[in-house]
């Protein structure tokens, strides 16, 4: 499609730009098909790769930071982040943020137990529903007084759903379907109409309109060269089969709002309109790499995903790419803030600490809760005073975190760290083990401190 001339400001816009610029944008760590962190530690997915193929057409140097994503919202809003790689535009976030064109139109569905009856929003309402925090269902129900509940991450609100802790979950459909397959969840089906046809579009913060500029120039020039029908075939998977009956384009809105050519970017696929679409998209996504397995509760990985992480990270110590750090966390004062406030303020408190650790380590670096108050961090390519560095930022951060108890309690952290290869030791429960040992001796010595593992004395 032939989105007419570029607009001279968007060249200027280029020039003026610092050589050195790279531009900061958030991406979800578990956001998938859209966001994700993946079995490397990379950020990948679709809103990534429009994101890093407009900006790179237009020559702009952009670094992924990755984020749980109510995270990400207040670094957006503090301006610690120049944008985020996708967001769904309303008008409340436009008071904040400035958007992108948009390069693609999503419905949102409501996802029930097979079992439960429920057929549209109407009939639950009143019911336990679920969404994920700080996205735009969660914006939009509250502002309508709709009572809803939040997860940390859209695969965490299924699997709560699956599990009967919730009712229904609104979800974006095609996300839906994708994490319904990836997890292999097969108790749970979406129902009803396609509900809040919403665009999604890059979000930068205020004050970068000639990098916006640029990042529209880029939209239309990925439109039209094709390498956007290529991206959203590798992630969906249904491509032109049904691109007649479901490609949707913004025609109609620049009529009516007087946006130039330069806006009109193809809008995909705004729902599934029949089983046998839908039984060819599952088919399809399920061919694409499975995410790791993420910790229901803070939307960081599990075991799971760090045996993964570990084992990308231990191949590439082989091929000279320097140490692994090995961080075991242990929450100091967990129990009191459960035995004195109860579970709901306990798992919001380790929410909270999650949020932080992930926003304290780099976007190569896995973050994972082991169980209970236990986390652990592995460091790609890091020497043991990084490691250091970094355990005395987590210790003081957490012991100033705002607790959802207020200040009558808080929490602590003791931390073991454990260097890969120091030792030859490869088998990862063991060097588990030994970090669970560095970090009880620094616990020993007084708490909120941090200590190396150090073999028992002969």
């Given at each position: 499609m032939w989105f007419g001339a570029i607009p001279?400001?968007?060249r200027a816009a280029e020039s003026q730009r610092p050589a050195d610029f790279v531009l900061t944008l958030g991406s979800d760590v578990s956001y998938p098909p859209?966001?994700?962190v993946d079995g490397y530690g990379e950020p990948a997915g679709f809103d990534v790769e429009v994101a890093q193929a407009a900006t790179e057409l237009m020559g702009l140097k952009v670094r992924i930071h990755t984020g749980l994503w109510e995270a990400l919202r207040t670094e957006l809003d503090q301006q610690r982040i120049d944008g985020v790689v996708g967001m769904f535009r309303s008008v409340d976030r436009a008071?904040?943020?400035d958007f992108s064109h948009p390069y693609l139109q999503v419905h949102h569905r409501l996802f029930v137990r097979k079992d439960s009856g429920l057929q549209s929003l109407e009939q639950a309402a009143g019911k336990r529903i679920v969404v994920q925090s700080s996205?735009?269902?969660?914006?939009?129900?509250?502002?309508?007084?709709?009572?809803?509940?939040?997860?940390?991450?859209p695969d965490a609100a299924l699997r709560g759903l699956s599990a009967g802790r919730y009712d229904a979950a609104l979800l974006a459909y095609l996300q839906g379907l994708y994490l319904l397959r990836e997890y292999r969840i097969d108790d749970l089906d979406a129902v009803g109409e396609p509900l809040f046809p919403t665009r999604k579009c890059l979000a930068l913060a205020k004050g970068h309109e000639p990098i916006l500029a640029l990042i529209n120039e880029g939209l239309a020039a990925l439109q039209n060269s094709g390498h956007y029908d290529e991206i959203y075939d590798k992630w969906f998977g249904v491509g032109n089969a049904i691109a007649s009956a479901e490609k949707r384009t913004l025609w109609?809105?620049?009529?009516?709002?007087?946006v130039s050519a330069l806006s009109l970017i193809f809008l995909l696929v705004t729902g599934l309109r029949s089983r046998r679409i839908e039984r060819r998209?599952?088919?399809?996504?399920?061919?694409?790499?499975?995410?790791a397995m993420s910790d229901p509760l803070t939307g960081l990985g599990n075991?799971?995903?760090v045996r993964e992480r570990y084992a990308h990270a231990r191949e590439g110590t082989r091929h000279g790419q320097g140490d692994i750090a090995l961080l075991l966390i242990d929450l100091d004062g967990f129990k009191a803030v459960n035995d004195t406030f109860g579970h709901q303020a306990g798992d919001e408190a380790l929410r909270a600490v999650a949020r932080f650790i992930s926003s304290s380590v780099r976007s190569s670096d896995t973050v994972a809760r082991l169980g209970g108050d236990e986390f652990i961090i592995i460091l790609h390519n890091a020497a043991a005073a990084e490691a250091a560095t970094l355990a005395e930022a987590v210790i003081s951060g957490i012991a100033a975190l705002a607790l959802p108890a207020g200040n009558q309690i808080r929490l602590g952290a003791s931390i073991g760290i454990e260097i890969v290869p120091a030792d030859g030791t490869d088998d990862l429960d063991e060097l588990i083990r030994k970090a669970d040992k560095a970090m009880y001796?620094?616990?020993?010595?007084?708490?909120?401190?941090?200590?190396?593992?150090?073999?028992e004395p002969c």
């Open positions: 001279l400001p968007a859209y966001q994700f008071r904040r943020v996205d735009l269902m969660h914006d939009f129900l509250s502002k309508r007084h709709i009572p809803v509940l939040a997860a940390a991450t109609l809105v620049a009529i009516l709002t007087g998209l599952a088919r399809e996504i399920e061919h694409h790499r499975s995410i075991r799971h995903l001796r620094a616990k020993n010595r007084g708490r909120n401190s941090y200590g190396f593992y150090e073999p």
